[in-house]
């Protein structure tokens, strides 16, 4: 990402080439089209993912287009001479205002306009004027300028006049943050321009104004309801809407550790949005046999859920009566164990041998061996087919949801 004050040159240049051969800049432009869908435009250079409203969608493209195939080449702008030009001076001033209030607009919040400022450092001459933008940083200045030219929005078309203005020789911008909508480029377009160095040193002195109490409420052209972190209105910048509301992106953030959400995992609960750190902490249920949480793969048996680890701990706890040595129950869990893995693959787990039909006659054969041991019950059954069969099927419903895999995580 380019510093401010490389990203502020670039701008000048680009407004340069754009006067120079606006055919460049149409065919740029015709690109576009392509990437809207009504009046959300999706940048390329954004993966194509991300949408940008609009207000008007191609109509404001297709102006823009027409309007260059009739532009014949203009002399390139420069910066006024000197290190530090009182235009430059100027164009900082309106950033600071505007971008600390978050607002937009041409007006100072102290009534000042585009002519007041720029000679508050300097004398201009011939004719004056300001583009301003607002947008994200990481935006570059070839995009900038191609926003600006189809300038979206405004009837006049103010911003694309005053780049294709033959009278301007000397323009100057300063970009930096904008509370709103992330960053904020000022530029300021003069016939002639020549600075005062005696208030153009004050002013470094100085730093530009500070702005006051005067801020008030901030408007932009944008209405898209209440931030639901915030509650403050959100009039444009980076929102991200998900099924709990809209946030601005810097209220889109862990309820529990501040954490910010964008470009992370999150999950919603009723008691808001949470990190994906967060969730697993409060939220993730606990082993039935060891009582730690479970934040990974876990499973459903008899109602209760467990780490893979722990159901076997689980079943031998359940174990039946020891007779003639052998631990009935354990028998059992063995073998309704080796049913369930090979049923697993209902659930896409991957099976260790011979498919379900094979699964279940092991089964049957376990329970059989298991009930041919001797308690009270299983005396009854003997381990014949018939209530082999019977024993099974128990065994099925015992099991049921056994191999459910949680996945409310």
């Known amino acids: 990402m380019a510093s401010d004050g490389a990203l502020e040159a670039a701008l000048i240049a680009a407004i340069a080439a754009a006067r120079a051969d606006p055919g460049a800049l149409r065919a740029r432009l015709q690109e576009r089209l392509a990437h809207y869908r009504g009046a959300d435009y999706f940048p390329p250079e954004r993966g194509g993912r991300v949408a940008v409203a609009t207000k008007e969608g191609r109509a404001a493209v297709e102006d823009a287009l027409a309007f260059l195939a009739q532009q014949a080449p203009l002399p390139p702008v420069a910066e006024p001479d000197g290190l530090v030009s009182g235009m430059s001076l100027s164009a900082e001033d309106h950033l600071v205002d505007r971008g600390t209030a978050g607002a937009v607009g041409h007006a100072g919040a102290d009534g000042s306009s585009a002519a007041d400022r720029i000679a508050r450092y300097g004398t201009w001459r011939t004719k004056a ?22 300038d979206d929005g405004v009837p006049a078309r103010g911003h694309r006049r005053c780049i294709f203005d ?8 300063k970009v930096g943050d904008h509370t709103t909508f992330g960053l904020m480029a000022v530029i300021l377009f003069a016939g002639r321009y020549v600075s005062d160095s005696g208030k153009v ?8 104004p500070k702005p006051g109490g005067h801020l008030g409420t901030v408007q932009t052209q944008w209405d898209l309801g209440a931030c639901a972190g915030c509650l403050a209105p959100i009039q444009g910048g980076t929102v991200k809407e998900v099924s709990a509301g809209k946030f601005h992106k810097r209220c889109f953030r862990c309820v529990s550790c501040s954490a910010s959400l964008v470009d992370a995992a ?7 949005i949470h990190c994906e750190s967060c969730s697993a902490v409060l939220f993730a249920p606990k082993c039935a046999e060891c009582g730690e949480q479970i934040t990974g793969g876990g ?3 008899n109602s209760e859920i467990f780490h893979l680890s722990c159901i076997p701990k689980a079943k ?27 049923a697993a693959p209902r659930v896409g787990v991957p ?20 009930q ?3 308690t009270a019950a299983d005396r009854a059954a003997t381990g014949t087919r018939s209530e082999g069969k019977r024993s099974l099927s128990c065994a099925r419903k015992r099991l049921t949801g056994f191999v459910t895999r949680y996945s409310s995580l």
Do not use: M, N
């Not at 040193?201 to 530009?208: D, E, H, I, K, Y």
């Not at 009566?321 to 164990?337: K, P, Q």
């Not at 089964?363 to 061996?369: E, H, M, P, Q, V």
């Open 129 to 150: 004027g300001e583009c301003l933008w607002f947008g994200r940083r990481g935006a570059s200045a070839e995009s900038i300028v191609a926003d600006l030219v189809t």
């Open 166 to 173: 033959a009278s301007y020789t000397v323009a100057a911008a």
């Open 201 to 208: 040193q004050r002013r470094l002195a100085s730093g530009p």
């Open 266 to 272: 999150w999950q919603t609960h009723a008691q808001g």
């Open 299 to 301: 499973i459903k048996y």
């Open 316 to 342: 031998a706890a359940s174990a039946g009566t020891l007779v003639d040595g052998a631990d009935i129950g354990s028998r059992r869990a063995a073998a309704a164990a080796a049913a369930v893995a090979v």
């Open 351 to 370: 099976a260790g041998g011979g498919g379900l039909g094979g699964g279940r006659r092991s089964a049957a054969k376990g329970l059989r061996g298991a």
């Open 372 to 374: 041919g041991a001797g």
